[in-house]
């Protein structure tokens, strides 16, 4: 049976490889499922796209210092008058709280539940108590869910080792929009013009939030070895960066898919954590070989058509930089359409769309 509802809980919908790929798989085109989106914090960046499509969002505008135990109750709610096919949940908080809505609701026996892992090998040393207790708490409850998707084998594999003991496993990779991230040479100029960048100076474009697993130490690091390569350095935090003569610091911005033709490569500086690096995917679909650090399924991803390199090694990563840029042009072309393609043919928003949709019916069945 062809599932016609479907009922998201994520723990917020701001910038974010999660929030991204559940925009994109509610607001996709030509699907028979009706999507409805639950944030448990207030709505952020995402919601308005949600809402411009026709997709209900509603908040529970939680507070992390504050969580208030009322707002499962709220979620049940919701879910009985929705009688959603199945629920998905997103990031660990999203989990825990649909699993427990649904439980509370009433309709455990009819609606589908899923979870999913978006990350690998993290260091939860670097983050709070509160990320700690809930994935202890994931790992304890993974058999409760009819499945676990995961975006990454990588990612799969870490929570396995961190205890998870999931009924069913899928692996469906993020997917990305051809049709906005793809070469630009008009945007190229323009935006170098912008930022003062010479138009044969050699870019590299870092997409990263500002956090320990992306590691913005190594790639400064790598910087200091390159003093020639400009970087765009994008994500929210990123404004932050100490200076340097080559470093764009560009901060939190709604409009990547235009700045990263300005770039000659994308690259990731990761020491753990990716599970499926859209940074890496979004870049390569604008024509960017990428040099990344060999974590997650970055390996799997970039495939030969750019270069991976061993975590927090600053001086490998400069020099894999320098060999990419120091290609000949008809190299660098290769180079540049084999990513497009690698992207069209393996990791489109289309296969992922296709992904989830079969993994549902199945669910249903």
Known sequence: MAPHRVLHVITGLEIGGAEGMLSALATAPGQDIEHHVVSLKSAGFHAGALRKAGVRVDELALSPRRPDPRALWRLAGLIRSTRPDVMQGWLYHGDLAALFGLALSGRRRTTRLAWSLRCSNLDTDAYGRGLRLALAACARLSDRPDIVIANSHAGLAAHVALGYRPRQTAVIYNGIALERFAPDPAGRAEIRR???????????????????????????????????????????????LPERPNLHRLGRRDDVWRLLPAADLIVSSSAYGEGFSNALAEGMASGLPAVATDVGD????????????????????????????????????????????????????ARAVAGFRTTYRELCD
């Not at 870019?203 to 939030?209: D, E």
């Open 298 to 349: 970055a390996r799997e991803l970039v495939g030969d058509t750019g270069l991976i390199v061993p975590p927090r090694m600053a001086d490998r990563l400069a020099a894999s930089i320098r060999s990419l840029i120091a290609e000949n042009d008809a190299v660098r072309r290769d180079r540049q359409e084999r990513s497009r393609r690698r992207i069209a043919e393996g990791f489109s928003l």
């Open 194 to 240: 912008a930022l003062g960048i010479d138009e044969h100076a050699p870019v590299i474009a870092h997409v990263a939030r500002l956090d320990p697993m992306k590691d913005h130490r190594t790639l400064l690091l790598a910087l200091d070895l390159l003093a020639d390569v400009h970087c765009l350095a994008i994500g929210a935090g990123t404004e932050n």
